[in-house]
């Protein structure tokens, strides 16, 4: 925009692409990025053993179908020929690299077998495989003949097959249409974010529509191991309450269909806007004109394909055509979940800008190494650790460097690359179970720690560890998800196969981990928007909660550092929401404070949804920088302040608040009970919301098919009596849903415990409950 304040147009998309068809190919800055990230996997070229892969079990072959699980049907489509020719001519054990060939494969359709000839002639060494097959040929009229070129047969196996970059084009034919869109939608997604950019600081101020579309656009293999998905991609709800701004429309994308009852709830729940500022329940306003929740026609088509929402989306026309429709003449932008190629496919036929990374970038440092790569570059501190880890010799190398050298470090952690949730984790304490430990210790003792790192007796040390550690760790480690991954070598091949990386966990007794989201808008401006410390109700390594705002590390410090991390996302060319895990502990020899970075997550998160509706409710405002939560006194004090300041005209009247919050509730009962009866028993119960004190309750509701799971935020000006209410709710829906032999599946009394080990309750208090209300002390424990 110029000076003056002209706002550039938003280019059409069929005018985006037009001016670049004489120029060189044009590469995303994912590809330039790409190239300067080292990657383990990649720093040679990467073949497969064809003795080992024809049984589709080695882990060479997994890494390769687990890298190119979109593309892999084109690309099994020209390694079944050249597989089947060394079977034809006894040739058991030659390798093939595929890397390469996949990129260009990804993209073609075979339109038939390819002759021998053709196979041939994308190999790199194609003179010295002819040879031996030509001696084959020839000696196919007799046994002797075959017989005689057996060794040779063998050599030439033994020296592999290396496939070339560009050879696959003539065995198949492009499928040009894909890749002219993928690359349009890219084009105009960057066409887009520059319009964005240079119009913001305008339309962050105006009226504009904001689309939320909250899809996990992970990788295949990891969509097939989420359960209810649909259910997974709906926790985003409070994303409606944007429209707290009275400049924004929100139009949510929806995964599932909603009831009738459903959607009335949510027409309830945001029509108390006015009450909430004026604290007068009568003041309702319906504020359907102002947000819309859109189901894709198409979730029901395919139920077996395990697709994100945006690719949902994309398949449904019906919904496309109103959106399109809703949109027309409106400032507008997409804002997703987990990028996917969809999300650019849908914005692309939206004509609207989305406030997101390119999904390349996210995919790159959304892994585990990935994100190690980003606080490595914001020198930040993380934990002692070791990332990019794809073999097994490389594994056990640099676990027993990292023990060696953080002798302190009672538990080490195994992340998977791409897995999320904790469902990639296994921990395993090897100090405890190390037998060569005492010896070391002595040896230590007895030399110091400076002259064993450069003496034999660390060479020595390291032998012994690295001896003991894989009969420790098949026999010591836990998987988090046990169910998924029930013995070490099932969590190591999948950990091998995606790579990983190797992390200690705080050597202290008392841990806190917390989560900050932030915002890279389209100017470059790095913003905190939420904050909150970690509730554990299902173990250490698994977030099931926050409280909001964190409390556990000063808040400068913390800014500081969410800043050095923002800058260094920026320049890898992430953009829009994205959130950043930190562990705290006090370090039991300088009892300083220690903070260190342990993960990150190119996406909108649930605790930024729940924090967007605690701000609804409380009309309040959150400072991450200086972590206080915000908002407007209720009555009572509002009129205190009103008598003391009478005659003068009072500052607006505040008081800090905070609240718990979550997303992952779980309890089978609820399914036996309708979502207006489970309220309206809260209600007598006392389970509730005061619009005029801005206190209590709100429940989040995301389905009524199955209606096991929803979540609950409860707001207050005590972090211990919001979380004291919040255990106590949990226990009365409990109360009110279960029989006394209840033997369904729930979470509450996990989380209900997690709270008492936070707040210390004593077992006194539990003897006195349980005192006082056998029966009721009998139900929490189920």
């Known amino acids: 925009s110029s000076g003056k304040g002209n706002i550039a147009p938003l280019p059409s998309s069929n005018s985006m692409v037009s001016t670049r068809k004489s120029k060189p190919e044009w590469r995303s800055p994912a590809q330039q990025l790409e190239s300067e990230v080292h990657i383990a996997s990649q720093t040679q070229d990467p073949c497969l053993d064809w003795d080992i892969a024809v049984h589709q079990k080695a882990p060479s072959f997994l890494a390769l179908q687990h890298h190119h699980h979109s593309s892999w049907g084109s690309i099994v489509g020209c390694l079944e020929p050249t597989e089947k020719l060394l079977k034809d001519h006894t040739i058991p054990s030659a390798t093939t690299n595929s890397q390469k060939s996949a990129q260009i494969t ?31 040929a020839r000696g196919r009229g007799g046994s002797a003949g075959a017989a005689a070129d057996t060794q040779r047969q063998q050599q030439w196996a033994a020296a592999g097959i290396c496939t070339s970059w560009h050879s696959w084009s003539h065995l198949a034919r492009p499928r040009s249409t894909l890749r002219e869109a993928q690359h349009r939608h890219l084009e105009n997604f960057y066409s887009r974010a520059k319009h964005l950019a240079a119009n913001w600081n305008r339309i962050r101020t105006s009226r504009r529509t904001i689309i939320h579309i909250p899809s996990l656009g992970y990788s295949q293999h990891i969509l097939e191991h989420i359960p209810d998905l649909a259910v997974q991609q709906n926790l985003q709800m409070g994303r409606l309450c944007d429209i707290l701004d009275a400049n924004v429309d929100v139009i949510y994308i929806c995964p599932l269909a909603l009831s009738e009852e459903l959607l009335q709830y949510y027409n309830k729940l945001l029509g108390l806007q006015a009450a909430v500022r004026s604290g007068n329940p009568e003041d309702m306003a319906d504020l359907q004109d102002r947000f819309k929740i859109l189901t894709p026609e198409a979730i029901n088509s395919f139920p077996e394909h395990h697709m994100c929402l945006a690719t949902v989306l994309r398949y449904s026309p019906r919904t496309m055509q109103r959106l399109q429709v809703l949109l027309q003449g409106r400032d507008a932008y997409m804002v997703g979940g987990v990028p996917h190629l969809d999300d650019l496919a849908v914005a692309d036929e939206l004509q609207v800008p989305l406030l997101g990374s390119e999904p390349a970038v996210a995919q790159l440092y959304s892994t ?26 490389q594994l056990l190398r640099a676990l027993s460097q990292l023990v060696l050298d953080n002798l302190e470090v009672q538990r080490w952690l195994f992340k998977v690359d791409d897995e999320r949730g904790g469902d990639g984790t296994a921990f395993c304490d090897v100090i405890s179970h190390l037998e060569c430990y005492p010896w070391i210790q002595r040896e230590w003792q007895g030399h110091g720690p400076e002259v064993c790192r450069d003496s034999q007796a660390r060479e020595l040390a390291l032998v012994k560890i690295s001896q003991e550690l894989p009969g420790l760790l098949a026999q010591h480690v836990q998987p988090v998800n046990e169910k998924r991954f029930p013995t070490w070598e099932k969590f190591l091949q999948t950990f091998l196969t995606q790579g990983g990386v190797i992390e200690a966990f705080p050597f202290s007794a008392s841990v806190t981990n917390l989560t900050v989201d932030l915002l890279i808008e389209p100017t470059g401006e790095v913003t905190l928007v939420s904050s909150g410390d970690q509730l554990h109700a299902e173990g250490p390594l698994r977030s099931s909660g926050t409280t909001i705002p964190q409390r556990s590390v000063d808040p400068e410090l913390l800014k500081a550092l969410c800043l050095k991390i923002g800058e260094a996302c920026k320049s890898k060319g992430v953009l829009g929401y994205f959130s950043v895990d930190f562990v705290a502990f006090t370090h039991p020899q300088t009892r300083q404070q220690q903070v260190w970075a342990t993960d990150l997550d190119l996406c909108y998160s649930d605790q930024l949804a729940l924090t967007q509706l605690l701000l609804y409710m409380t009309d309040g405002n959150l400072d991450c920088g200086s972590s206080p939560l915000q908002g407007p006194l209720g009555s009572k004090e509002s009129k205190s302040q009103q008598v003391q300041h009478e005659g003068t005209k009072p500052p607006a009247p505040s008081s800090p608040l905070c609240a718990v919050a979550s997303s992952q509730l779980r309890h089978s009962s609820l399914s036996g009970i309708s979502y207006n009866l489970l309220l309206h028993i809260c209600q007598t119960r006392g389970v509730g919301f005061d619009l005029q004190e801005k206190q209590g309750t709100v429940f989040v509701l995301y389905e009524d098919q199955k209606r096991h799971r929803l979540g609950m935020i409860t707001i207050g000006e005590d972090l211990q009596g919001v979380l004291l209410t919040f255990a106590h709710n949990l226990f009365i829906i409990h109360q009110e849903i279960s029989a006394p032999n209840m033997q369904g599946e729930t979470n509450f009394k996990m989380a209900i415990q997690d709270i008492e080990a936070i707040l210390g309750v004593t077992a006194e208090n539990k003897l006195r409950l349980e005192e006082e209300q056998p029966w009721e002390a009998d139900a929490l424990k189920e």
């Open 106 to 136: 990804s993209e073609l359709d075979f339109k038939e077998n390819p002759s021998e000839s053709a196979v041939l002639s994308v190999l790199k060494n194609q003179p010295a495989v002819e040879e031996p097959l030509q001696r084959a």
């Open 368 to 393: 585990k190494s990935g994100s190690k790569r980003i606080f490595a570059s914001a020198g930040v501190p993380t934990p002692p650790g070791e990332w990019d880890i794809h073999s097994r010799e």
